[in-house]
């Protein structure tokens, strides 16, 4: 059965203070990894998907990396306005769903 | 604004009431999918659509929940007889083929 785990649950770092998220998984044929961002009462918002071992994007202070088991986001000089839950979800060969996992609650103190 | 909309943003209603809720998708997209969010959790898949197609049901989605998409465009999901335990912010996402989805603002219900 395809699953995600996030960790850690929860992160404070004060602004300035670089850091990376961890993404574990497992899937039958990796078909995309996932990551958004999600803001208190609101949808997530789509930053990055990867498709294959190695690959990396870059989006301002965030950069995504991927291997066979596990994505990290990396945040660099994160700023208060970085602060948000960040969900990973894998998508698999076997279908067209995509597995959550349970988000890490972010919190970028000034 | 070319996203994904939901209409209501906010619900509440009693115990036993129906209630719909609808998705406009980002237009050129031709996958539709419900998503059901509990507090500290993930997003929970509940059902998608290809086109007006509906291709699969979560296990989670219960006989009282049925979703259509007449034609091909937008989306609706009912619930029937609610029950507190449906308290949940409704995600609905759409993508091309099964590329990366987009998701809306969601639809925040409480059921009292």
């Known amino acids: 059965e395809d699953q995600v785990t996030q960790s850690p649950e929860a992160l404070r770092l004060q602004e300035g203070e670089s850091s990376s998220l961890n993404c574990s998984y497992t899937?039958?044929?990796?078909?995309?990894l996932f990551w958004y961002r999600q803001d208190p009462g609101k949808g997530p918002e789509f930053l990055f998907t990867l498709y294959s071992a190695g690959e990396e994007k870059e989006k301002e202070r965030l950069k995504a990396t991927l291997t066979k088991k596990e994505s990290f986001l990396h945040i660099t000089a994160p700023k208060p306005e970085d602060s948000a839950t960040y969900l990973c979800?894998?998508?698999?060969?076997?279908?067209?769903?995509?597995?959550f996992g349970k988000g890490t609650r972010l919190h970028i103190l000034p | 604004d070319t996203g994904v909309s939901q209409d209501p943003r906010h619900k509440i209603t009693k115990r036993g009431q129906n209630v719909t809720f609808r998705c406009d998708p980002i237009?050129?997209?031709?996958?539709l999918y419900w998503y059901r969010q509990t507090l500290g959790q993930g997003p929970e898949f509940l059902t998608y659509f290809q086109n007006e197609a509906q291709l699969e049901k979560s296990r989670l989605l219960s006989d009282r929940f049925s979703a259509e998409r007449p034609k091909g465009s937008f989306s609706t999901l009912e619930i029937q007889r609610t029950e507190q335990g449906d308290s949940a912010m409704y995600l609905c996402a759409s993508s091309q083929s099964t590329d990366t989805q987009y998701f809306g603002p969601g639809t925040r219900l409480t059921v009292l």
């Open positions: 237009s050129e997209h031709n996958r």
């Open positions: 979800a894998v998508g698999g060969n076997r279908d067209d769903k995509i597995i």
């Open positions: 899937v039958s044929g990796l078909r995309g």
